[in-house]
Every structure is written in structure tokens, then in C-alpha cells.
């Protein structure tokens, strides 16, 4: 399934959120509980500020180009302008 621009942001900020809160507290395994319910609470509310400001929401809500079986890059529009 195509991944849009907004889920590869997301993801990105919300790892390095991770990455921060593990070297906080200098640990490299799965993080304590409270942590996780911290980062899934970070990702609601980055969520909701993309897409509360509508010129970002739509820039971030198109596809990212994937290769077709020829190698040639595919661009898709936003989401719900498959046509």
C-alpha cells in the first residue's frame, strides 16, 4: 500500500522521540511502559497538529513516489485523488 509523506513524518519524529528517551535514561531495549504510553501520546497529538494546519496537512497527505516494474517512478496525488 502507497505510504503517504504525513506516516513517513510521523514515523521519523516519533523514532527520534524514542531514540531520546532512550538515551535519557541510557537504555537500548524495549522502553518502560510509562515511556510508551508517552510516545503514543506525542504521536496523537503530532497528528493532530499536521492536520490541524491545512496547508501542511495538504502538502504531507501525498503519496511518495514508488518505482512501477519498469524502475520509473510513479507519482500518486493526495489521498482520495486516485483518478
Do not use: C, H
Not at 493532530?48 to 501525498?62: P, Q
Amino acid at each position: 500500500m502507497p505510504r503517504t509523506y504525513r506516516e513517513i513524518a510521523i514515523e521519523e519524529i516519533v523514532r527520534t522521540a524514542e531514540e531520546a528517551m532512550s538515551r535519557a535514561i541510557d537504555w537500548w531495549g524495549d522502553l518502560p511502559t510509562p515511556m510508551k504510553e508517552s510516545i503514543q501520546q506525542f504521536r496523537t497529538r503530532l497528528e493532530a497538529a499536521i492536520d490541524s494546519v491545512d496547508s501542511v496537512k495538504r502538502a504531507l497527505d501525498r503519496y511518495v513516489p514508488e518505482p512501477d516494474v519498469t524502475g520509473n517512478l510513479r507519482v500518486r496525488n493526495r489521498i482520495g485523488d486516485d483518478k
